[in-house]
């Protein structure tokens, strides 16, 4: 039983360019999160999927980021235009259905690197 | 040992002494509390989870003490080995939103272990 999956593990992009980080929940799961974390420093939220919609993304920027979770295939942190401030740690979580949804659990992360 | 989370972010412990890592959380309308322990490069791992309506929860060699008099959680380690070194994250589920499962994620507590 594979857990969340994420790719790449690490990602490097120049500044202004995109970057499309990938998250394959867990089997049986159909919540999806994602969080940033910098060095040293806890995780923040950024936004809370299920397949097909956005439920919160009271965590997210404005602008230049966007996420989803298509009825088929993973669910996508895309980041235009990265700027050096978006090099952190971006980890996806997923989490069952229903009674269950708040039990998430961790992917190993996404680390962006913009120079 | 023990630390005071977000005032003593680094805790070091001789190995097989017990470890008390305290968290402080601001919502009182969170009802949801889960520790996880991050290793370096890797992504948050659930150790052990508590409700609103508990005030002490225990798992292998771990207890999790809820005060929500003083919003204040603990997470003890018992005889802490080695393998527990890592980075400890308190993390809450606030209430306030329908539908929102999203956890807001404490400073961390850096756990070293003394062979």
């Known amino acids: 039983n594979a857990g969340v999956m994420q790719n790449p593990r690490h990602l490097v992009r120049r500044r202004g360019q995109e970057a499309r980080l990938r998250c394959s929940p867990m089997k049986g799961h159909s919540h999806v999160y994602w969080y940033r974390q910098l060095p040293e420093e806890g995780l923040k939220f950024m936004v809370y999927l299920q397949k097909e919609n956005i439920i919160d993304e009271s965590g997210m920027p404005k602008e230049r980021f966007s996420a989803e979770f298509p009825k088929e295939g993973p669910s996508i942190l895309r980041i235009q235009q990265v700027v050096r401030g978006d090099s952190a740690a971006y980890f996806c979580a997923s989490s069952p259905p229903s009674q269950r949804s708040y039990e998430q659990y961790f992917g190993p992360g996404t680390r962006l690197t913009v120079t | 040992g023990e630390s005071v989370g977000l005032h003593l972010p680094t805790l070091s412990v001789q190995e097989g002494d017990n470890s008390i890592i305290n968290c402080a959380y601001s919502?009182?309308?969170?009802?949801?509390f889960i520790w996880y322990k991050q290793e370096s490069g890797k992504g948050p791992q659930f150790i052990i989870d508590i409700r609103s309506n508990m005030d002490k929860r225990q798992g292998q060699r771990v207890t999790v003490l809820l005060n929500k008099t003083v919003k204040h959680l603990s997470l003890q380690i018992a005889a802490t080995q080695p393998g527990d070194s890592a980075v400890y994250f308190c993390a809450e589920k606030r209430e306030e939103q329908t539908g929102a499962n999203n956890l807001f994620f404490g400073t961390g507590t850096r756990l070293t272990v003394i062979p």
């Open positions: 919502n009182s309308a969170s009802d949801y």
